[in-house]
């Protein structure tokens, strides 16, 4: 029988690696591979729909990536949706009517994006959500405090109650009927001090009008988190492959580490 010293044994454990926890979400990326290569990962999510993306969103992202040197953009698919591609999320989607920001929904995106940080330990992470994954990227940054650096909302119903409202009395329906989704609003306590948050919101928007960006970011603001909110004048609802935001994006990867502010300031 073969034996061996403590001490090799010791060391041989010292020197073994453990390999990152897998994504178990699908999605198409774009950038570098290489970690010594990537300094910003960006992880971009998509809205509600019928469960199959549309290929835009794969292009916003490698937009994305190609606007910002040493960044891999990661077009992440939320739970139970699929893109042009033929990739597939598991798990079950919810719906358009402010249903899908579940706890558990948020759980997996967020074990998703803890997976893609681990395969680039050194990079700074931003989060970019539109309307739908705008609320689920705010919801995620106030319930896993510190598992990005910034985040970045376009068009978001990110005072969720209040958003359904509206969309129940302009006929949409489902909007009347309880959900057990996270209002993105009672999540603000939660956010880490240094948490960078921009906030992007077309002035010509009906499906989230800025009223609901604008008290998330009253609100970041008294936390002292540092916040840009922007009204982009003569856009609507959809900013994904705007140019706005991949300069927001850009500013973000560009800035030094967040401090927390004693107080921030939301201007029109």
Same mark, same amino acid.
């Given at each position: 029988?073969?034996?061996?010293?403590?001490?090799l044994?010791?060391?041989?454990?010292g020197?073994?690696?453990?390999a990152?926890?897998?994504?178990?979400?699908?999605?198409?990326?774009?950038?570098?591979?290489?970690?010594?290569?990537?300094? !910003? %990962?960006i992880? *971009?999510?998509?809205g509600?729909? &019928? +469960? #199959? =993306?549309? @290929?835009?969103?794969?292009?916003?992202a490698?937009?994305i990536?190609?606007?910002i040197?040493?960044?891999?953009?990661?077009?992440?698919?939320?739970?139970?949706?699929a893109?042009?591609a033929?990739?597939?999320?598991?798990?079950?989607?919810?719906?358009?009517?402010g249903d899908?920001?579940?706890a558990?929904?948020?759980?997996?995106v967020?074990d998703?994006?803890?997976?893609?940080r681990?395969?680039?330990?050194?990079?700074r992470a931003?989060?970019?959500?539109q309307s739908?994954?705008?609320?689920?990227?705010a !919801? %995620?940054?106030? *319930?896993?405090?510190?598992?990005? &650096? +910034? #985040? =970045?909302? @376009?068009?978001?119903p990110?005072?969720l109650p209040e958003?359904r409202?509206?969309?129940?009395?302009?006929?949409?329906?489902?909007?009347r009927?309880?959900?057990?989704?996270?209002?993105p609003?009672?999540?603000?306590?939660?956010?880490?001090p240094?948490?960078?948050?921009?906030?992007?919101?077309g002035?010509?928007?009906?499906e989230?009008p800025?009223?609901f960006?604008?008290?998330y970011?009253?609100?970041?603001a008294?936390?002292?988190i540092?916040t840009?909110?922007?009204?982009?004048?003569?856009?609507?609802?959809? %900013?994904?492959?705007d140019?706005d935001l991949?300069d927001?994006?850009?500013?973000? @990867?560009?800035a030094?580490?967040?401090t927390?502010q004693r107080?921030?300031?939301?201007?029109?």
């Amino acid at each position: 029988m073969r034996c061996f010293s403590p001490l090799l044994l010791l060391a041989a454990a010292g020197c073994a690696t453990t390999a990152p926890p897998p994504v178990t979400l699908a999605g198409a990326s774009f950038g570098p591979t290489a970690s010594r290569d990537v300094r !910003t %990962l960006i992880l *971009v999510l998509h809205g509600d729909g &019928d +469960g #199959v =993306v549309p @290929a835009e969103f794969n292009a916003a992202a490698q937009a994305i990536a190609d606007a910002i040197p040493g960044a891999r953009a990661v077009a992440l698919l939320r739970p139970g949706y699929a893109d042009a591609a033929g990739n597939v999320s598991p798990g079950t989607r919810g719906g358009t009517d402010g249903d899908s920001y579940t706890a558990d929904r948020v759980a997996a995106v967020a074990d998703a994006v803890a997976g893609w940080r681990a395969r680039y330990p050194l990079a700074r992470a931003i989060l970019v959500g539109q309307s739908g994954g705008a609320a689920m990227a705010a !919801t %995620l940054v106030g *319930v896993r405090p510190g598992l990005v &650096d +910034g #985040v =970045v909302l @376009a068009g978001c119903p990110c005072m969720l109650p209040e958003w359904r409202k509206y969309r129940a009395k302009q006929g949409a329906t489902g909007f009347r009927t309880a959900v057990d989704s996270f209002d993105p609003l009672q999540t603000v306590g939660g956010i880490a001090p240094t948490t960078r948050v921009t906030l992007l919101v077309g002035a010509d928007d009906r499906e989230t009008p800025l009223r609901f960006s604008r008290g998330y970011a009253e609100a970041l603001a008294l936390r002292g988190i540092a916040t840009d909110y922007r009204v982009l004048p003569g856009r609507g609802h959809d %900013l994904l492959r705007d140019g706005d935001l991949i300069d927001a994006v850009r500013r973000m @990867a560009a800035a030094p580490p967040a401090t927390p502010q004693r107080s921030a300031m939301v201007t029109p």
